[in-house]
Structure formats: C-alpha cells, structure tokens
C-alpha cells in the first residue's frame, strides 16, 4: 500500500536535493553494509538514487540549464513528491523500482526527475524532485491531484504485487477541529451531527428528515444528482458533507437508518394514554436587567445554565457559533455577576477603576525594580522586594484581564442583543404563519 503527495518548491531547488540525496537517508546501516561487503555484494554509497532524463549528481545546474534555455527562472522551481509504503511491505530494490516506474510513468515523458528512496525510517519510502520546466518544449509543470497520483501508483503497485488503499476515507479532520473534538469542546462538526442525528431519530424518509432539520436551523439538501448530502445553516459560506462525520452518514447508510426507524415505528403499539402534568408552585424569581441580565439569559439560550442545562441540538442556529466562544462568554458572565454591572456606565466606570489600580501598581513595581537595580538596599530587603514584585506581577496580570473582559462585554454585548432580537422576530414571524 504506497501512500502519494505532491507540493510545490519555490526559492533555490538545491536545498530539497542535497536533503534527498543525503547519503545517511539513502545508504543503509552500517552493519548491513558491513554484511554485504563480507558477501561480496555490491553496495556503494547512491545505490538508490535514480535521475530521469538527468545525471541525479548534477540535476541542480541541469535544472537551472533548462530553464535558462527556455527563460523561465521565476515562480515555482521544481515541486516535491513523495511515495511511502507500508512498515515491511517492500524490500528496498523493489520501492525504488516502483519509484522509478511511477516517475517514468508520470512526469518521464517531458520532464527531469531525481527520484531518492529513504531507508532511514520505519516505513521505507521514495522522494522525487521534478523539474518546473520541461525539457522539451519549456511548458511548465502543473501540480497533479492527489487523486490522480493516488491511481497511478495503484496501478503501479498492482502491477508488481503490493497492496493498495481499496476505500480511501479522503481528507482528513484538520488537527485544531480533531483536538477540540477529542476533548470534548463544541465544533461546527460536532454540533451538526448532533442535530442531524436528533433529527434522524424522528424521521422516516428524507423529507421528513430534512423539516425536522429544518426546525433546528439546518438544511438537509439529498438532491438525486449529490454525489455527498450536506448540511448547513443559514449564517455558514460552506456546507458540511455529511459523509465527514464519520461510519454510518454516507448517502446509503443514512437511508438504511431511516428504513429501519420507519420499520420499528410500524412495529410499535401506539400508547393512546394521555399523561397529566402537576404544575408546582414557584417563588417568583427576581428579573435582571441590563448588561448582567442580558448575559445570564444568553446563558440560557446558549445552554449553559447552573440548574437549567438544555441540549445543544435546541439551540438557535443564530446562536450556535457562539457555542464554541462559550468559555469566553461564560467567564464575561462571571465578572458582570461578581461586580454587578447592569448598565454600561458602571461598565465604563470600573474600567477606569482598573486602569487606575494598574497604573498605580505599574509605577510601584517600576521604583522597586529601580531600587533593586541601584542596589540601593540590603540583600534582606532585596528579597524581600522581589517577593512584593512578584505579588504584584500576579495582581497585575489579573487586572489586565479584567481590563480585557470589559473591553470584550463592551463589543460582544451589541452583537449578542442584535441576535436574541432577529431571533425573537423569526419565533414571531413563524407563529404568524401557523396562525394563519
């Protein structure tokens, strides 16, 4: 099983091939060595570096020669490939000749190519430097798609019996989006495998699916003529191939779940029992106002609520971004709780209390620092001094970050009763339309 990529070189092309022609990444180990000398075999430093239409020990000033001829020594110099197989799989004879067979067969015909394979590693595998600029008529190269790379060294490797990748999972989750997911953190991904997983646990054919969808925020399009469903909201640029989110959301197994909800709904007993609810009494709880009131209720929405946690799938589709700043938001929320700001003239008036606390703190730790640097002092009172710096250091970074939550309340605040407005004119728009 070979796995292929290609990127492009810009700069000095010497570089990429002195590193691929680095005798410690293409000789073997010592002791092999060793053995093949006392075998008599023939092992001499290169043995696995091939070129292409080229001398792979001068393909630099060949390279350079070519485009000079063709005047065409801007833009990208050469571009980089690499072929890697499976731990075991292939000895090293054999991955160079399925190198420098997938390099005859790709860019041979009008190209110069330095193809190199690496033993230094647990996987063995081959480099190729391809020149920008073809030999024969001075076209440039352009980069291939992975996927055309991917088939040709299928090919390749069939031919002489290696195994291949038979259902390659495409793309994968970039790392920042896969770490937030392994940790639990809220992703645009992850939010909408909910919902749709919500969703498809109450539907039974894909129109169904896609109003239930709908409700949340989302649109399903399963038009006949997608080769991937997707799913997006309103606010998105892009859309999100269901078929990403894992086993089981391809366009055949999503239909095989419905079939078999929409089977287990017919099997079912309808309970035609009505269930009475017991309304309790509650204390009629005090309503906050202002920039803490509107926090707390956003709060709420957003599903993060100290007695009142609610599933993310019933969040607004309006809102749903800001459930991956939710850490943010709740501790802006905190800070308005802990000094009770309700408008944004107390706002304003502590910020101005922290600055000046931090002012004052600043030029304190400056004279300290001072005396200390004049060694004004004796070594008792220096340690000391720098004990009261550090206490202050620690004070001041606190209050930096305070400084910074007011700053961040005064500019989300807006956004966030913008929202929660165009939302309460959606809620009222819709029961307009069902009471009609």
């Given at each position: 099983?070979?796995?292929?990529?290609?990127?492009?070189?810009?700069?000095?092309?010497?570089?990429?091939?002195?590193?691929?022609?680095?005798?410690?990444?293409?000789?073997?180990?010592?002791?092999?060595?060793?053995?093949?000398?006392?075998?008599?075999?023939?092992?001499?430093?290169?043995?696995?570096?091939?070129?292409?239409?080229?001398?792979?020990?001068?393909?630099?000033?060949?390279?350079?020669?070519?485009?000079?001829?063709?005047?065409?020594?801007?833009?990208?110099?050469?571009?980089?490939?690499?072929?890697?197989?499976?731990?075991?799989?292939?000895?090293?004879?054999?991955?160079?000749?399925?190198?420098?067979?997938?390099?005859?067969?790709?860019?041979?015909?009008?190209?110069?190519?330095?193809?190199?394979?690496?033993?230094?590693?647990?996987?063995?595998?081959?480099?190729?430097?391809?020149?920008?600029?073809?030999?024969?008529?001075?076209?440039?190269?352009?980069?291939?798609?992975?996927?055309?790379?991917?088939?040709?060294?299928?090919?390749?490797?069939?031919?002489?019996?290696?195994?291949?990748?038979?259902?390659?999972?495409?793309?994968?989750?970039?790392?920042?989006?896969?770490?937030?997911?392994?940790?639990?953190?809220?992703?645009?991904?992850?939010?909408?495998?909910?919902?749709?997983?919500?969703?498809?646990?109450?539907?039974?054919?894909?129109?169904?699916?896609?109003?239930?969808?709908?409700?949340?925020?989302?649109?399903?399009?399963?038009?006949?003529?997608?080769?991937?469903?997707?799913?997006?909201?309103?606010?998105?640029?892009?859309?999100?191939?269901?078929?990403?989110?894992?086993?089981?959301?391809?366009?055949?197994?999503?239909?095989?779940?419905?079939?078999?909800?929409?089977?287990?709904?017919?099997?079912?007993?309808?309970?035609?029992?009505?269930?009475?609810?017991?309304?309790?009494?509650?204390?009629?709880?005090?309503?906050?106002?202002?920039?803490?009131?509107l926090y707390l209720h956003y709060c709420y929405l957003l599903g993060k609520f100290p007695k009142k946690q609610q599933?993310?799938?019933?969040?607004?589709?309006?809102?749903?971004?800001d459930l991956l700043k939710l850490k943010n938001i709740t501790d802006e929320t905190r800070f308005l709780c802990r000094?009770?700001?309700?408008?944004?003239?107390?706002?304003?008036?502590?910020?101005?209390?922290?600055?000046?606390?931090?002012?004052?703190?600043?030029?304190?730790?400056?004279?300290?620092?001072?005396?200390?640097?004049?060694?004004?002092?004796?070594?008792?009172?220096?340690?000391?001094?720098?004990?009261?710096?550090?206490?202050?250091?620690?004070?001041?970074?606190?209050?930096?970050?305070?400084?910074?939550?007011?700053?961040e309340i005064q500019k989300r605040s807006e956004g966030i009763r913008v929202r929660m407005q165009e939302a309460c004119?959606?809620?009222?728009?819709?029961?307009?339309?069902?009471?009609?």
């Open positions: 099983m070979a796995v292929t990529r290609i990127w492009p070189i810009r700069g000095y092309a010497r570089d990429v091939l002195n590193y691929i022609r680095n005798p410690e990444k293409t000789d073997m180990d010592l002791q092999n060595v060793l053995r093949y000398a006392v075998e008599g075999e023939k092992t001499e430093r290169g043995i696995f570096i091939s070129g292409i239409n080229c001398d792979a020990n001068e393909a630099v000033s060949q390279f350079q020669l070519v485009k000079r001829q063709f005047g065409k020594e801007d833009g990208i110099t050469a571009y980089h490939a690499y072929q890697s197989f499976d731990k075991g799989e292939v000895t090293p004879e054999i991955a160079h000749q399925v190198g420098k067979a997938f390099a005859e067969r790709v860019w041979g015909s009008r190209y110069q190519v330095v193809v190199a394979t690496h033993l230094d590693s647990n996987c063995l595998h081959n480099h190729f430097v391809v020149n920008s600029v073809s030999f024969i008529n001075g076209k440039r190269c352009r980069e291939k798609q992975w996927r055309e790379l991917a088939k040709i060294s299928d090919e390749i490797c069939k031919a002489f019996s290696l195994s291949v990748i038979e259902n390659p999972k495409g793309k994968r989750v970039p790392l920042p989006i896969y770490k937030m997911e392994q940790n639990g953190a809220p992703t645009r991904c992850n939010l909408a495998k909910e919902a749709f997983d919500e969703a498809l646990s109450r539907s039974r054919n894909l129109p169904e699916l896609a109003a239930n969808l709908k409700k949340q925020g989302y649109v399903f399009r399963y038009e006949k003529n997608r080769k991937y469903w997707t799913i997006q909201q309103k606010n998105w640029k892009r859309p999100i191939r269901l078929v990403r989110m894992g086993e089981g959301y391809s366009n055949k197994e999503i239909l095989e779940r419905l079939r078999s909800i929409a089977a287990q709904a017919r099997l079912m007993p309808v309970d035609t029992s009505q269930k009475r609810r017991v309304l309790q009494a509650k204390r009629p709880l005090r309503k906050m106002r202002g920039l803490r009131g599933s993310r799938r019933y969040v607004h589709y309006l809102y749903r971004d000094n009770q700001v309700e408008t944004k003239a107390q706002l304003l008036l502590l910020r101005d209390e922290i600055m000046q606390r931090i002012d004052k703190l600043s030029e304190k730790r400056d004279e300290y620092r001072i005396c200390i640097r004049r060694k004004d002092c004796s070594v008792r009172t220096e340690n000391s001094i720098k004990a009261e710096i550090a206490k202050m250091t620690t004070e001041l970074r606190s209050l930096r970050r305070q400084l910074h939550l007011c700053d004119r959606e809620v009222k728009r819709k029961e307009r339309r069902l009471e009609r």
